[in-house]
Nanobody, 119 residues
Framework: QVQLVESGGGLVQPGGSLRLSCAAS????????MGWYRQAPGKQRELVAR???????RYADSVKGRFTISRDNAKNTVYLQMNSLKFEDTAVYYC?????????????WGQGTQVTVSS
């Protein structure tokens, strides 16, 4: 079983920055994709950004130019650097990872970390 543990959320003013981290643990053979999703109150969960093991990235249009996703394959960790934060970035941010253990494929979610942008 693969577990994801997120950290780095919090309260920030508009225009500020935060950095989220998510570390995967377990009997991991390979992680193909790691990503960040978010869910605001009353809204569906949406993709924020994701990155493959080879470093290819994909971003939601709403965060392009402001957020940067990166990963450390040796540490099975993914990061999300969030700059120029806006009120509308307020949400619970969830880490996601898809890959393979020694026995089977997996798709895991973290418990979520709250990001609140407020003045």
């Amino acid at each position: 079983q693969v577990q994801l543990v997120e950290s780095g959320g919090g309260l920030v003013q508009p225009g500020g920055s935060l950095r989220l981290s998510c570390a995967a643990s377990g009997t991991i053979f390979s992680i193909y994709i790691m990503g960040w999703y978010r869910q605001a109150p009353g809204k569906q969960r949406e993709l924020v950004a994701r990155i493959t093991s080879g470093g290819s990235t994909r971003y939601a249009d709403s965060v392009k130019g402001r957020f940067t996703i990166s990963r450390d394959n040796a540490k099975n960790t993914v990061y999300l650097q969030m700059n120029s934060l806006k009120f509308e970035d307020t949400a619970v941010y969830y880490c996601n990872a898809e890959g393979r253990t020694l026995q089977t494929d997996f798709a895991s979610w973290g418990q979520g970390t709250q990001v609140t942008v407020s003045s």
